[in-house]
Nanobody, 126 residues
Framework: QVQLVESGGGLVQAGGSLRLSCTTS????????MGWFRQAPGKEREFVAT????????WYADSVRGRYTISRANDRNTVYLQMSSLKPEDTAVYYC???????????????????WGQGTQVTVSS
């Protein structure tokens, strides 16, 4: 069983930055593709970013490309989401997920992931 624990959420002003962390219970970061999704109130959960298990590929939603960066530290069993130039519309609960995925069609679909964290709230004030 893989456990994922997110941290780093909080309240930030528009234009600011935050770094989310997702720590796994085992060396999942080198075994699974690791992704971030978010869900705003009243909206469906949406794909944000994913890094492949090899670390050589990353995928981003159009809405965050150029502002967010996903990375990982295998020695710390941790995946990061660096968020910059934050906007009020980035406000959501952010979830970390892990799955044995390799293609874009797979990584953008939440049902393809096998493990999920409990989420961390990100609030961007205008």
């Amino acid at each position: 069983q893989v456990q994922l624990v997110e941290s780093g959420g909080g309240l930030v002003q528009a234009g600011g930055s935050l770094r989310l962390s997702c720590t796994t219970s085992i060396r999942a970061v080198s075994v699974y593709a690791m992704g971030w999704f978010r869900q705003a109130p009243g909206k469906e959960r949406e794909f944000v970013a994913t890094i492949s298990k090899s670390g050589t590929s990353t995928w981003y939603a159009d809405s965050v490309r150029g502002r967010y960066t996903i990375s990982r530290a295998n020695d710390r069993n941790t995946v990061y989401l660096q968020m910059s130039s934050l906007k009020p519309e980035d406000t959501a609960v952010y979830y970390c997920a892990a799955g044995d995925l390799e293609t874009l069609d797979q990584v953008i679909r939440d049902y393809e992931y096998d493990y999920w964290g409990q989420g961390t709230q990100v609030t961007v004030s205008s």
